[in-house]
């Protein structure tokens, strides 16, 4: 089955810096790549997704790049802001439904 | 709308005794699917089901856990009997095939068996 790793599992940045965070999977059939953003006492929420037929999306301040070839996808977010501190969750699919989700990073912004 | 909801939202029970976790799909949405949440392993999928029929229950640690969806808008999770290694946060989600793979999770039950 699909496995994907994630890292780091903690980071910490300075209010303002950019935060990075790293996934691979293995499963070369895998086309689906959503990251989630879990607050603390919530379930796990939606932030951002990316299909295979793209490398990069953005959306406001949060960007997710795709290399196929490599089978990596990375998370960015820039201006980072006290309230993005959470936990962030990659993801892999290959296509409705059945989802594999890494091990979550820890991310806190230090005002 | 409302968004998914679970019940309880916390559980303390003894080992041994029957848990029973509940979740409301969004309506409209044919998926659910049964996560558990603990430190080591982080999100594991449980089960997952489409028009109310369990497609993949390979997630399921064991014989003493069973889920069931009996209609679209209503899904249980049953740990018989329960055992302190299945203390964890355990969360429903849904979604739509219709509409794409966006999982949307429930706030989830926190579960502690002493």
């Known amino acids: 089955g699909e496995n994907v790793e994630q890292h780091p599992s903690t980071l910490s940045v300075q209010e303002g810096d950019s935060a990075v965070i790293k996934c691979t999977y293995s499963?070369?059939?895998?086309?689906?790549f959503p990251w989630y953003k879990q607050e603390l006492g919530k379930g796990p929420q939606l932030i951002i997704d990316i299909r295979s037929n793209v490398g990069e999306k953005k959306d406001q301040r949060i960007a997710v790049t795709l290399n196929k070839t490599a089978k990596h996808f990375s998370l960015h977010i820039t201006e980072t802001q006290p309230e993005d501190s959470a936990v962030y969750f990659c993801a892999a699919s290959k296509g409705y439904q059945k989802v594999t989700f890494g091990i979550g990073t820890k991310l806190q912004v230090i005002p | 709308d409302a968004g998914v909801i679970q019940s309880p939202r916390h559980e303390v029970t003894e080992m041994g005794q029957e848990v029973t976790l509940r979740c409301k799909p969004i309506s409209g949405h044919n998926s659910l699917f049964w996560y558990r949440q603990t430190m080591m392993r982080g999100l594991e999928l449980l089960i997952y089901f489409n028009n109310n029929v369990p497609i993949d229950d390979s997630g399921m640690p064991e014989d003493r856990f069973s889920a069931k969806m009996p209609n679209a808008s209503f899904s249980t999770l049953k740990i018989q009997p329960s055992e302190p290694r299945d203390s964890a946060v355990y969360f429903c989600a849904s979604s739509s095939g219709l509409k794409g793979e966006t999982q949307y999770f429930g706030p989830g039950t926190r579960l502690l068996v002493l």
């Open positions: 499963d070369s059939a895998s086309n689906y």
